[in-house]
């Protein structure tokens, strides 16, 4: 015979029904809300994958952080399915706006090996610029090291979703060394990037808002 626990899932991917799993949470009972999480943890990928399943995941986390862990710990697991969701990778977006380093250092350190596929993807390079809104520039710096060789960082800029990633990853960096370095491998790259739709955007861009970058270009043409 079902219970409730068998339908909290279908619930939960519900817009109207997910309200009766939050009235459930709201009783304060231990024992329902570990059930509750329990459950969430078991079908993490079923709920985050759903355009509401995902809204629902982010609310039970809001409305208890302290007691999350395990369903934070397995939303960690799948991290890197999860980005390439087109709902899931709103659940990562979620926990990197936290700023909170108990969810951005472990996701960057599993994200960090998948890094150059993940920035050519549609919904997970979305993600990776949350990043680079939102970490800091300790927690930045795999990310940098990820894509400092010249093949890597090559791939990623000619992308058409990369090269988003790319101009964020330069224009919140605080580091002027890095700054400077990522620009010279822009200007490196500038016969390919321009004959790319988006390569002569990003060029004008830099040109223009970083004399760094104009006198990289200079020194090269000279």
């Known amino acids: 015979m079902n219970t409730i626990s068998d339908f ?3 619930f939960l991917n519900d817009l109207n029904a997910a309200h009766i799993i939050f009235k459930l949470l709201l009783l304060n009972n231990v024992e329902i809300n570990k059930e509750i999480y329990d459950i969430v943890q078991k079908n993490i990928l079923e709920i985050a994958k759903h355009k509401h399943g995902c809204c629902s995941i982010q609310k039970i986390l809001e409305y ?28 990562i977006h979620y926990l990197i706006t936290y700023k909170d380093k108990k969810y951005t250092k472990p996701l960057v350190n599993l994200i960090k090996p998948h890094f150059v596929e993940l920035c050519q993807q549609k919904y997970s390079s979305s993600a990776i610029e949350k990043f680079f809104e939102n970490c800091s520039e300790e927690e930045k710096d795999p990310f940098y090291y990820a894509i400092s060789e010249i093949q890597n960082f090559k791939q990623v800029i000619l992308n058409k979703f990369g090269n988003y990633v790319i101009q964020k990853m330069i224009d919140r960096t605080q580091n002027q060394r890095i700054k ?9 790259l500038s016969e390919l990037l321009i004959q790319e739709p988006f390569g002569k955007q ?21």
């Open 64 to 91: 208890d952080k302290d007691n999350t862990e395990n369903l934070v710990a397995e939303i960690f697991k799948f991290s890197v399915v999860l980005l390439k969701e087109q709902f899931g990778n709103f659940l």
């Open 202 to 222: 990003i060029f004008g861009k830099f040109y223009k808002i970083y004399p760094e970058f104009r006198n990289i270009v200079r020194a090269n043409n000279s």
């Open 180 to 188: 400077v370095y990522f620009l010279g491998m822009v200007a490196s």
């Open 8 to 10: 909290i899932p279908l």
